[in-house]
């Protein structure tokens, strides 16, 4: 712990306790709540945290040394940090790099994001992969009310967490060159994706609850389908959109888009244990057989054997989960990982390209 630091504890649902030191913003009412959770990258902890995927979590960071780097106005994914809370093991005391604009704990404190340092992360992350992930609650008060505050707090089952992130109005994202027109479903969306996308074209980026026949009427080429928190499964409205767009116009869907692509084709979807959520998951192909190594964020998961209309096009080999399908009679297809990589490896990004070509064999004309 640093000089002067100032000693607070974690505590998980199950009474679990670690002590460590405060830092970022007070938390509200001098405890922090949420879903802990915990991602594996060794960098791109700003795009980390200002993913809207993270709503209702607290973020464990396993790599030990955070924030050497500094922040910076270009590496947002989202207008602000949605998470919950930061855990790491030892945030760094200097920032050295010259696209720096502040320090991390700088930036937890203007965006009003708690956090808590020297934590033994490596026990905490072994605690969650073989327990789970679970509820957990940090800060300075007595260890009883800390205890009471994780048992109390609720999981992100059954919540719709996608209203808290989606944009309030549609607004529109200039083509950096692309000739078509694409309609953006905003249910979480990173920045990275809207900058693939406008490769391709005009991007018209419209709030989660978007009648379908509103979309319509702005004649798409293709409609994307974001990315997200939480659990797809409240989210009734959004697939009766999604059912009435399929077969009218080509369909891409990423990470929570992916999952209520397949829910409205008719899969379940289930909560994985404890996630996946780093920048090293190893993801095959079926159609190429190559492997390629993906950046992930997503609890829940698309259940097998549960749509007979669509192929299976990958695969985690971790686990052998579901990472992507192609529907066979219409055009539509997702993937669960994020090709868009931000951050993560660039292995992926041919997806946006197939996306183009799909809008291209649909609506004519050249891609």
């Known amino acids: 712990m640093t000089r002067n630091a100032e000693t607070s504890r974690l505590v998980l649902a199950d009474g679990t306790v670690f002590e460590g030191e405060m830092i970022g913003a007070p938390p509200v009412n001098g405890v922090a709540t949420g879903e802990a959770v915990f991602n594996t990258v060794m960098s791109g902890y700003q795009e980390v945290i200002t993913d809207p995927s993270y709503a209702g979590q607290i973020i464990t960071f396993t790599y030990p040394h955070i924030g050497n780097y500094g922040v910076n106005n270009e590496d947002f994914e989202s207008r602000q940090p949605f998470c919950s809370g930061v855990i790491v093991r030892q945030l760094s005391r200097r920032t050295s790099n010259w696209r720096a604009t502040n320090s991390l704990d700088s930036f937890l404190k203007e965006h009003e994001i708690p956090g808590i340092a020297g934590i033994d992360t490596r026990r905490l992350t072994r605690h969650l992969r073989d327990e789970g992930s679970m509820p957990a609650a940090f800060g300075q008060g007595d260890l009883d009310e800390l205890i009471q505050s994780a048992r109390e707090t609720l999981p992100t089952d059954g919540i719709d967490l996608v209203s808290t992130v989606t944009c309030k109005t549609k607004y ?73 767009l399929l077969g009218k116009v080509p369909i891409f869907g990423i990470c929570l888009g992916h999952q209520l692509l397949a829910a409205t084709l008719g899969a379940e979807t289930f909560k994985l244990p404890f996630g996946h959520h780093g920048g090293n998951h190893p993801v095959r192909n079926l159609k190429t ?61 041919y997806l946006f390209k197939e996306f183009e070509e799909l809008m291209a064999k649909t609506n004519g004309g050249e891609s």
Request: proline share 7%; hydrophobic share 35%.
């Open 289 to 349: 057989g190559a492997v390629e190594i993906t950046s992930q964020n997503h609890n829940y998961c698309v259940a097998d054997g549960g749509i007979s209309s669509v192929d299976l096009t990958h695969i985690n080999l971790n686990d052998e989960t579901i990472e992507g399908l192609r529907c066979q009679e219409v055009p539509a297809f997702s993937v669960q990982y994020h090709p868009e990589a931000g951050p993560g490896p660039h292995d992926s990004q």
């Open 172 to 244: 529109i994202v200039p083509s950096l060159g692309g000739i078509r027109r694409i309609v953006a479903y905003d249910f979480g969306i990173k920045t990275t994706i809207l900058h693939h996308l406008s490769k391709l074209g005009e991007v018209i980026v419209v709030p989660a609850q978007t009648s379908y026949e509103e979309v319509l009427d702005l004649e798409p080429d293709g409609v994307f389908l974001s990315n997200g928190p939480g659990d797809p499964a409240p989210l009734a409205g959004i697939r009766s959109n999604i059912s009435s």
